[in-house]
């Protein structure tokens, strides 16, 4: 079986810091991400996708951290077609615009080209310590299954080439019908690693939970269940605590994964006090992992 990686999807959160989770003595950015890194081994960096990242960050996180310990990293939401801040963008490559967002075409190619190189060389120190595990592109929900979108897979793997993109889909076309086997064998074609989903359903953006390994490299993110799925307020989206019976079922399900893959890593996404940190420990635990 391959290595099973368990980590959550922050270690920032401001209700994780109201909940105790951290001991008082952990009382600033370097001892709470030391405390984090104890724990688990992997840790998915999100604020990432809302502004990217300083490689002087970058260079902190890897000093902070033990040497097997793994980041993956969300990329920046102009990267995958979101709707974006424009005081989000690097200040001299911002469009003269008096629109409060915007996406891809609104800017200049040369400058989209530029925030490519400019966030993937900021994540330079985590290449060098060898903590950079995968850059995760999640997808809004209007990114269907189309031929220019898998070609976009294909293009995010290029820019992003010798690093390793992860792709999660956020839309049911991808796995309606006979759509689940076109989208797992053209990322299998092309060895491009399937990010696996838990989240609840009934939605337009809902994806089933189907585990599949199509490289080698597999990652599951846990959304939860809530039942305020639609709220702008995350923390009412992601509010979820897994029962112990929701984890112990996931348990096998998640060595088959491993066995097929070489390395398998788990986030806990449930951001919302110590929900995540508590599902993960759980989860740790059934998969006979000590972190």
């Not at 009382?27 to 030391?34: G, H, N, V």
């Not at 996708?49 to 310990?69: H, V």
């Not at 915007?102 to 290449?127: G, H, I, K, M, N």
Request: aromatic fraction near 12%; hydrophobic fraction near 35%; glycine fraction near 4%.
């Amino acid at each position: 079986m391959g290595e099973i990686k368990v980590g959550t999807a922050s270690w920032t959160d401001r209700t994780l810091l109201d909940s105790g989770w951290y001991p008082q003595t952990a009382d600033t950015p370097e001892k709470r991400l030391a405390y984090y890194a104890r724990q688990f081994p992997v840790v998915e960096v999100d604020a990432t996708y809302y502004a990217p990242p300083a490689e002087r960050t970058a260079r902190l996180w890897a000093e902070r951290t033990p040497a097997d310990f793994t980041f993956n990293v969300k990329a920046f939401s102009l990267l995958t077609g979101h709707p974006t801040k424009v005081s989000a963008i690097y200040k001299e490559l911002r469009p003269e615009t008096d629109k409060r967002n915007v996406y891809p075409d609104d800017l200049p190619p040369q400058a989209y080209e530029e925030v490519w190189t400019r966030f993937l060389s900021a994540l330079d120190p985590l290449v060098e310590a060898g903590k950079l595990g995968a850059l995760l592109f999640q997808f809004p929900p209007w990114f269907t299954i189309r031929r220019d979108n898998k070609q976009y897979l294909l293009e995010v793997t290029r820019r992003c080439a010798p690093l390793r993109p992860v792709f999660e889909f956020r839309h049911a076309s991808w796995f309606d019908g006979d759509n689940a086997t076109e989208t797992l064998d053209f990322l299998r074609e092309h060895r491009l690693a399937y990010v696996s989903v838990d989240m609840p359903q009934g939605h337009r953006s809902s994806i089933p939970p189907v585990l599949a390994a199509t490289a080698d490299l597999a990652v599951v993110r846990f959304h939860g269940h809530s039942d305020k799925w639609t709220s702008k307020d995350i923390h009412e989206k992601f509010g979820y605590h897994y029962s112990a019976r929701e984890l112990k079922d996931w348990a096998p399900r998640l060595r088959e994964l491993a066995a097929e893959t070489g390395q398998t890593h788990v986030l806990m996404n449930n951001c919302y006090r110590d929900f995540a940190q508590d599902n993960a420990r759980q989860l740790q635990t059934l998969l006979g992992e000590t972190g």
